[in-house]
Nanobody
Framework: QVQLIESGGRFVQAGGSLRLSCAAS????????MAWFRQAPGKERELVAA???????SYADFLKGRFTISRNNAMNTLSLQMNNLEPDDTAVYYC????????????WGQGTQVTVSS
């Protein structure tokens, strides 16, 4: 198993930037596919960005290139650099992990709140 703890969420004005971090502990971090999800009030949780164990990356279409996901296997960390933030980015952001060949993300952090004011 892997344990995940997010940090970095806070209040920020529109147009600003934030960097979220996810610290992982437990079994070898490098073998997991990792992702960031978010859930806004009254909305379903949605995938924001993912980086697999082979380092291939994918992003939600709505991001328009504003966010960058990265992983540091030596430090067991996952990051999300968020630029040009918009009020619609307000949500709880979750770090998630899945074992290779698994179709679902099995391990989740507790979430970190990002609030973007207009």
């Amino acid at each position: 198993q892997v344990q995940l703890i997010e940090s970095g969420g806070r209040f920020v004005q529109a147009g600003g930037s934030l960097r979220l971090s996810c610290a992982a502990s437990g079994r070898a971090f490098s073998i997991y596919d990792m992702a960031w999800f978010r859930q806004a009030p009254g909305k379903e949780r949605e995938l924001v960005a993912a980086v697999n164990s082979d380092r291939t990356r994918s992003y939600a279409d709505f991001l328009k290139g504003r966010f960058t996901i990265s992983r540091n296997n030596a430090m067991n960390t996952l990051s999300l650099q968020m630029n040009n933030l918009e009020p619609d980015d307000t949500a709880v952001y979750y770090c998630a992990a899945r074992r290779i060949m698994s179709s679902t993300y099995e391990f989740w952090g507790q979430g970190t709140q990002v609030t973007v004011s207009s």
